[in-house]
């Protein structure tokens, strides 16, 4: 991991935190997708930390902001029961758009620009990154915490030294 830059640093621990996201999506059981926790189906945890990820990393005062196609009202929204449901496929597909929105996003940032206030933005760009990785990983815990409960297996995460799996590997530890 290059070290040099702040950017630097941020490109490699956004891209350890989506690698992570993803697997720990692949863990959920089929049987888990819409068991509810915490009053929610398990998807909607899901849905709710990546659309907050997909609104808040970069601009949440964007004006042009395009909600996901499978969006509708309240749906990320953990306080409000929703009629729709989404697959996996659905939730798959969202993490891949936004994994690619981010990735443009971090590849055209530099250090100067960190501390500067996306358009229309009250917050400084590096706070909004590191609001969601606060964000991500506070659901993320909870999404362990519910499969290790439920499977007593325990997703595999990077760290901060683990090297990302080439080819096959295994989700669990």
Not at 44 to 73: C, G, Q, V
Not at 129 to 135: D, E, N, P, S
Not at 142 to 166: H, K, N, Q, S, Y
């Amino acid at each position: 991991m290059e070290q040099n830059t702040l950017t630097e640093i941020i490109k490699d621990q956004t891209e350890r935190a989506l690698w992570e996201v993803k697997n720990v999506t692949d863990c959920v059981p089929d049987e888990m997708w819409n068991r509810e926790y915490c009053e929610m189906p398990c998807w909607k945890h899901i849905y709710h930390m990546l659309h907050s990820l997909d609104l808040w990393y970069i601009n949440p005062r964007d004006k042009d902001f395009t909600e996901p196609a499978i969006h509708e009202k309240d749906l990320n929204n953990l306080d409000v029961v929703s009629e729709k449901e989404l697959s996996r496929k659905e939730i798959e597909d969202y993490l891949v758009e936004i994994t690619a929105k981010i990735r443009k996003y971090i590849s055209q940032l530099s250090d100067e620009q960190l501390l500067d206030n996306p358009q229309d933005c009250e917050y400084k760009k590096f706070t909004l990154i590191l609001a969601q990785f606060r964000h991500l990983h506070s659901h993320m815990g909870m999404l362990m915490g519910f499969i290790i409960a439920e499977t007593g297996l325990w997703p595999t995460v990077l760290g901060l030294e683990r090297p990302f799996p080439d080819g096959v590997y295994s989700k669990y530890f």
